[in-house]
């Protein structure tokens, strides 16, 4: 599988191909559908007279419309969490913040807590001196 920005070209493409697509579909409707259809509006009592692909894109263009107001609708629970965990993270994040804060204040200084390099080796070499057997296989070979 490729690299994330290799998905992203790919889908870049899919999405004009795709749109290539609908636009030579448009125009087919468009050249196949010239002729003009009376539409009346019910409670107006005017009619319009409009070539039929007009008609057409329109009551596509009203079902996209339509079709997209409703899944805002549907998603405002799911953007309502995390509009919450949102909040809740970044709440968490200045308390982690704070902490750290705190601890840093109150950990000693790091001189004090681990031994130095050539102290640790110094270490090691008595601990080899007084009881051998203890030390890791890899050391006891280089140690013989």
């Known amino acids: 599988m490729g690299a994330p920005c290799d998905a992203g070209r790919h889908m870049k493409l899919f999405s004009r191909v795709l749109f290539v697509i ?24 005017q009619v319009v007279v409009t070539p039929l692909y007009l008609v057409i894109v329109a009551v596509l263009l009203i ?20 509009r919450t965990h949102r909040s809740e993270a ?24 681990a031994p130095a390099a050539h102290e640790q080796r110094a270490i090691d070499r008595q601990s080899a001196l007084v009881a051998p057997e203890l030390l890791p296989p890899t050391a006891r070979s280089l140690s013989a």
């Not at 899944?71 to 995390?82: E, K, N, V």
């Open 22 to 45: 609908f636009v030579l579909l448009g125009v087919l409707v468009a050249v196949s559908n010239r002729e003009p259809v009376e539409l009346g509006l019910w409670p107006l009592p």
């Open 63 to 82: 079902g996209i419309l339509a079709g997209l107001g409703l899944g805002w609708w549907a998603g405002r629970h799911h953007r309502r969490r995390a």
């Open 90 to 113: 970044a709440r968490l994040d200045r308390e982690n913040a704070k902490l750290r804060e705190t601890i840093a204040s109150h950990a000693p200084p790091p001189s004090a807590a």
